[in-house]
T-cell receptor, first 117, second 111 residues
C-alpha cells in the first residue's frame, strides 16, 4: 500500500530534550516536505527536499533541522524543543517534474502531535 | 510572497450545493490545489487547476481564474461525510516548489 509513515504519532516531551520525528514514504517520490498545523494559522511549511541531499527552508524553519540521506526518509529534528513548537506535524511527499509539483498531489502522513512542556 | 484567503466557516444542508471561495496572491504561480481534511486526519488531495476554467470530478468541481487570483470549490449533492475543512493551496516557484496553504474553510453539513 502506498503510504507516508510518521513516527511517533503522539509525543509529550520537555523543553530542551532533542527529538526526531521520522518520515518514510514507499512511493519513490522525489519531493518531501514537513508542515506544522496550528489553529488559525493553517499548514505552514517547515522544510522541503527536492531529492536526496537537497533540502531547503520553508516558511518557518527556525528551531528545526532535516536531512535527506535516502530517497524514502526525511526525518525532522528538533535539537532543543521549546513550548512554541507544540503543534501537529505532517510529513508529505509528491512526484515532482521540473518546476511544478507534478500533478500537485501531496500524499500526507497521518500526523504527529507533539507537546513540549 | 504568497497570501491565501478563504472563509473560516460555512454551513450547508444535506443535498444542497455549496461554493467555497479562495483568493490568492503568489509569485511564480504554478497551480491551485484543493485538499479536504477531516478532523484529526491528514489532508487528502481533491483537485488541481493550472489553467483557467472548471475542472469537474464527480460531485466536486474546482474553478480557476488566474487573472483574478480567484478559485472556488463547488460541492454538489452534499452528504454528511462532506463535513470537513477544505484547504486552498497555491503553488509557487519562489525559492523552489512551494505550496502555500490557506487556513481552511470548516464546512458543516446539516440535516
Amino acid at each position: 500500500e502506498a503510504q507516508v509513515t510518521q513516527n511517533p504519532r503522539y509525543l509529550i516531551t520537555v523543553t530542551g530534550k532533542k527529538l526526531t520525528v521520522t518520515c518514510s514514504q514507499n512511493m519513490n517520490h522525489e519531493y518531501m516536505s514537513w508542515y506544522r498545523q496550528d489553529p488559525g494559522l493553517g499548514l505552514r511549511q517547515i522544510y522541503y527536499s527536492m531529492n536526496v541531499e537537497v533540502t531547503d527552508k520553508g516558511d518557518v524553519p527556525e528551531g528545526y533541522k532535516v536531512s535527506r540521506k535516502e530517497k524514502r526518509n526525511f526525518p525532522l529534528i528538533l535539537e532543543s524543543p521549546s513550548p512554541n513548537q507544540t503543534s501537529l506535524y505532517f510529513c508529505a511527499s509528491s512526484l515532482t517534474s521540473g518546476r511544478a509539483l507534478g500533478t500537485g498531489e501531496l500524499f500526507f502522513g497521518e500526523g504527529s502531535r507533539l507537546t513540549v512542556l | 510572497g504568497q497570501n491565501i484567503d478563504q472563509p473560516t466557516e460555512m454551513t450547508a444542508t444535506e443535498g444542497a450545493i455549496v461554493q467555497i471561495n479562495c483568493t490568492y496572491q503568489t509569485s511564480g504561480f504554478n497551480g491551485l490545489f484543493w485538499y479536504q481534511q477531516h478532523a484529526g486526519e491528514a489532508p487528502t488531495f481533491l483537485s488541481y487547476n493550472v489553467l483557467d476554467g472548471l475542472e469537474e470530478k464527480g460531485r466536486f468541481s474546482s474553478f480557476l481564474s488566474r487573472s483574478k487570483g480567484y478559485s472556488y470549490l463547488l460541492l454538489k449533492e452534499l452528504q454528511m461525510k462532506d463535513s470537513a475543512s477544505y484547504l486552498c493551496a497555491a503553488g509557487g516557484t519562489g525559492g523552489g516548489n512551494k505550496l502555500t496553504f490557506g487556513t481552511g474553510t470548516q464546512l458543516k453539513v446539516e440535516l
